[in-house]
């Protein structure tokens, strides 16, 4: 799609300087990449569907890299969703990963990349989806594109209305605990997109195998705004 390249191109300029998404700098050397990937044998072992088990192996996986936040998940094929009906059903499930995910204590601030406005928002409350959930609007050189923060605190969406004006760098949300934000581990899913398919207060944060070629297409790489160098 053009959209999307030039879209792709506008947002990495470096003469665009988008705001922090959190207070903690993803480019400090306590922030380290995690696998969700078969690539990782720990996962093997792993209970997942515990919820207070699988925070406590997102906390050992962050200590053997001695870090504090960890990042990464655009386009993995993950194996973690095995923990929640919500990714599978009689169809193909699904496994492939569309956004960003931020994994880093609840009650955390999230602020807005850029300005925008509100496009909608509401509590996807299955278990394994994403929670309190919060979509903004955006427009670079009559380009429309949308972010999403997923696995947010309730709190979160008090106050907030369609439509509503956001600056760069506001404060937009919290990062939820479980299970209010979808029954994860804290951490924040970010995406970046150019169409939502006529969608409201949700979008797919993870699609099937035999879909990733049309998810492609609208799910931009969220880095293009967080630049952090521990992704690729």
């Known amino acids: 799609m053009e959209n999307a390249s030039q879209l792709?191109?506008?947002?990495?300029?470096?003469t665009l300087s988008p705001a922090s998404i959190l207070d903690h700098d993803l480019n400090a050397p306590d922030v380290a990449h995690l696998d969700f990937t078969a690539n990782n044998p720990q996962l093997l072992q792993a209970e997942l569907r515990d919820t207070s088990q699988f925070e406590q192996f997102v906390a050992e996986m962050l200590a053997q890299k001695q870090a504090r936040v960890g990042i990464g998940g655009y386009f993995e094929n993950r194996v973690i969703y095995r923990r929640s009906?919500?990714?599978?059903?009689?169809?193909?499930?699904?496994?492939?990963?569309?956004?960003?995910?931020?994994?880093?204590?609840?009650?955390?601030?999230?602020?807005a990349p850029l300005a925008g406005t509100v496009h909608s928002f509401q509590d996807n409350a299955t278990f394994g989806d994403y929670g309190p959930t919060l979509l903004l609007a955006h427009e670079l050189e009559g380009i429309p594109f949308y972010t999403l923060y997923g696995h947010l605190?309730?709190?979160?969406?008090?106050?907030?209305?369609?439509?509503?004006?956001?600056?760069?760098?506001?404060?937009?949300?919290?990062?939820?605990?479980?299970?209010?934000?979808g029954d994860w581990p804290p951490h924040l899913h970010f995406q970046l997109m150019t169409d939502l398919l006529g969608k409201s207060g949700d979008f797919p944060g993870v699609c099937a195998p035999s879909e990733e070629r049309f998810y492609r297409q609208i799910c931009l790489d969220p880095n293009v705004l967080l630049r952090s160098r521990h992704l690729p």
């Open 85 to 111: 009906e919500h990714f599978g059903g009689a169809g193909e499930s699904r496994s492939i990963h569309l956004g960003v995910d931020i994994w880093a204590p609840a009650g955390l601030p999230i602020y």
């Open 153 to 181: 605190s309730r709190t979160s969406l008090a106050g907030l209305s369609v439509g509503m004006p956001v600056a760069a760098g506001a404060q937009i949300a919290t990062m939820g605990p479980y299970p209010e934000n």
């Open 8 to 14: 792709t191109t506008l947002l990495s300029a470096p």
